[in-house]
């Protein structure tokens, strides 16, 4: 499965936590990052993952893209809720793509610890089938 990890700057050590705790469940997929989350999550684990520009410099576009053509099977995003993003709309895009394609997205910590135990469990194995569809 491919996997988008993203976070506002307010909650970049809370990714790089979960990325610490669910290290043995993500390095068996491929992974994806905006810029400074990524290079983060790399320096706190042994982790590979393809990283892009940083979100409000076109990141969030680039996860975008592949969102559009189906290349992309789960986004973790944590959000800062508290603070206004003038790339809001971007983020919006984002989960709107995701809605019209299926793909899961999880905005804070505790959807995204749900997602990655469904994903060790194989219960997001449905978005192989889905993916197939979209592209018959």
């Known amino acids: 499965m491919k ?17 610490m705790a669910y290290e043995s469940i ?3 997929h491929d992974l994806y990052a905006t810029g400074t989350t990524g290079s983060r999550i790399m320096e706190a684990t042994s982790l590979s993952l393809t990283r892009f520009l940083s979100g409000p410099l076109g ?3 680039q996860i975008g893209a592949m969102i559009a053509r189906n290349e992309m099977d789960l986004i973790i995003f944590l959000r800062d ?6 790339h809001e709309p971007d983020i919006i895009a984002l ?6 394609h299926k793909i899961p997205f999880a905005t804070n910590l505790g959807s ?3 997602m990655l135990k469904a994903l060790e469990l194989g219960q997001l194995d449905w978005r192989e089938v889905v993916r197939e569809e ?3």
């Open 3 to 19: 996997i988008a990890l993203i976070a506002h700057d307010r909650m970049k050590e809370q990714i790089v936590q979960l990325a």
């Open 26 to 28: 993500l390095a068996k």
């Open 59 to 61: 990141g969030d576009q």
């Open 81 to 86: 809720p508290l603070t206004s993003q003038p």
């Open 95 to 100: 989960l709107r793509l995701c809605d019209v």
């Open 112 to 114: 995204a610890e749900i």
């Open 134 to 136: 979209n592209e018959a």
